[in-house]
């Protein structure tokens, strides 16, 4: 029984449960943070409007990142770098971080490298993940936007926000940006990730990390697996 599964501990460590609906409560965040520390998730991604009370929440034990430019990207480079600069006074830990996506698609790569690399420089050493949106990108765009990514100094690289026009993450997008960026960038897969043989073939493509929303779902299936 459970021949080659991974320890459900270590696995959990890979899922950055994230609770980013716009109608999300403090009662949802109560709940949701209750769980995070529970299971011992890498951790938790919520809206700007929810990090300093994730944080009080959470602790120590699990990191909070907190959205930025979620999840259209379109606002200016200076409201995402106030962005990060409040929440990190709030007490993010991380970031994940909608970038131009247009500027990007109009061959706009400068300026897309910039605001990336702005972001960067404004967490102050805290990790920056991008978010992509893969399924409005072509080969080629998605091989630019995660390279250009790289460029400006990201800690990590997500095919898709999970809400906005990302799509869902698959084996081949995974494998696609883990073969794009070197071996210090890792990946992300976000959107669509409910249950752990999906979990578990994203991982093997080349995912470092997992954003869901069933964290609590895939590892309790990894554990039955286990007859745990």
Known sequence: MGQGLPDPEAFAKKIHDTLVA???TLSDLKTFCSTAREYRFGAVV????????????VGDEVNVSAG?????????????LAEIRE???????????????????????EEFKAEV??????????PVRVMLEFAVLDRGEKVRA???SEQAGVAGVKN?????????????????????????????????????DNALSLVDA????????AGVAIIDELRERLGR
């Open 22 to 24: 716009p109608e999300a």
């Open 46 to 57: 919520v809206q700007g409007c929810w990090v300093k009370q994730a944080k009080e929440l």
């Open 68 to 80: 930025v430019g979620f999840p259209m990207g379109g606002v200016t480079s200076t409201a995402k």
């Open 87 to 109: 929440t990190a006074a709030l007490g993010a830990d991380m970031f994940d971080v909608m970038p131009n996506i247009g500027f990007l698609r109009s061959g706009m790569d």
């Open 117 to 126: 690399a702005a972001m960067v420089r404004e967490a102050g050493g805290r």
């Open 146 to 148: 995660a390279k250009l």
């Open 160 to 196: 898709s926000s999970g809400w906005g026009r990302g799509g869902p993450a698959t084996v081949e997008d995974i494998r696609l940006l883990r073969e794009s960026v070197g071996p210090k960038v890792h990946v992300k897969a976000s959107g669509g990730i409910r249950d752990l």
């Open 206 to 213: 080349g995912a470092d990390y997992l954003g869901t929303r």
